[in-house]
């Protein structure tokens, strides 16, 4: 008898391990499967934004070449100017053609960003009316698993006049998303990438990073007199503004010499970091003339 119990119980603990072994694989699969789809998602727009770009040039060359070569009268000219003038009509800004087909499929773009040299090339997303929304969802608005193939997103709170945009990201294991800031740590990876593409769909921007910088997320009761970065986007006086970069400056990995005065634009990226317990990895950079 005893030695049929054995039996049953040894078979039974082989069915055990064989559905351990297939649950695993199947959520394995899974995985594996949505980071395909979500990596062709993001090659298929980085491949129309190349195709926009290609589109722009060659419509570019063409009216450089077909350019009247006649004179045009100068009255002529200043009589139409005044006349669009005295029209009075409101002020449209026009999307960059490079990136006017993908705001028509999807209206919450807000720019690209790109870092040369990294997988960094994505576009960024603005939902101020549902702030986290792209936290988990891909362009196309679907939910993502274990935030495979989510969207950069800015600060819900951002405006047009703010001072300071926060961008964030995942840190993806792959290091895709934000996954690869980390590899800022180390100050020569910073002097081979210190400038960031950060267009808005109306204007192309350089950023040059003055900090790479570490620090935490609370979520409930905060130490007392403890600077969050994060909570900081309208920098509207000089104190304001100094007592950021000088947070900033503070908490970096390492020192850098470059820093930003008041009036300047900043972008301050920010993802996960295991330095501590809700740590988190910020880059600050200031904009310059392209």
Request: charge should be negative.
């Amino acid at each position: 008898m005893k030695k049929r119990f054995k039996g049953i119980a040894y078979t039974l603990g082989i069915l055990v391990c064989l559905i351990c072994i297939g649950v695993s694989a199947g959520t394995l699969l899974n995985r594996w499967y949505h980071r395909t789809e979500e990596s062709k998602l993001l090659e298929e727009l980085q491949e129309k934004k190349q195709a926009s770009e290609t589109v722009m040039h060659e419509e570019e060359t063409t009216a450089e070449e077909t350019e009247p070569k006649e004179k045009i009268d100068s009255m002529e000219v200043i009589k139409a100017l005044i006349s669009v003038k005295n029209l009075k009509q409101p002020k449209v800004r026009p999307i960059l053609p490079e990136y006017k087909a993908l705001h028509e499929e999807n209206s919450d773009m807000y720019g690209w960003i790109k870092i040369e040299g990294t997988v960094i090339d994505y576009p960024v997303m603005f939902t101020p009316n549902d702030p986290n929304f792209y936290e988990d969802k891909n362009w196309n608005k679907e939910i993502c698993y274990a935030s495979v193939g989510t969207c950069i997103w800015i600060d819900g709170w951002t405006t047009e006049d703010s001072e300071n945009t926060i961008v964030y990201g995942h840190e993806m294991a792959d290091y895709s998303m934000f996954g690869s800031l980390s590899y800022y740590k180390d100050p020569n990876y910073y002097e081979s990438h210190k400038y960031i593409q950060f267009d808005t769909i109306y204007e192309k921007q350089t950023y040059e990073i003055i900090s790479v910088s570490k620090g935490i997320v609370y979520y409930d009761t905060k130490p007392e007199d403890e600077y969050l970065f994060y909570e900081h986007i309208e920098l509207d006086s000089e104190d304001e503004f100094n007592a950021y970069v000088s947070n900033a400056k503070q908490k970096g990995w390492y020192d850098i010499d470059t820093t930003a005065k008041y009036g300047d634009k900043l972008i301050t990226l920010c993802t996960c970091d295991g330095w501590a317990t809700d740590g988190r990895l910020f880059i600050v950079a200031k904009k310059i003339e392209n």
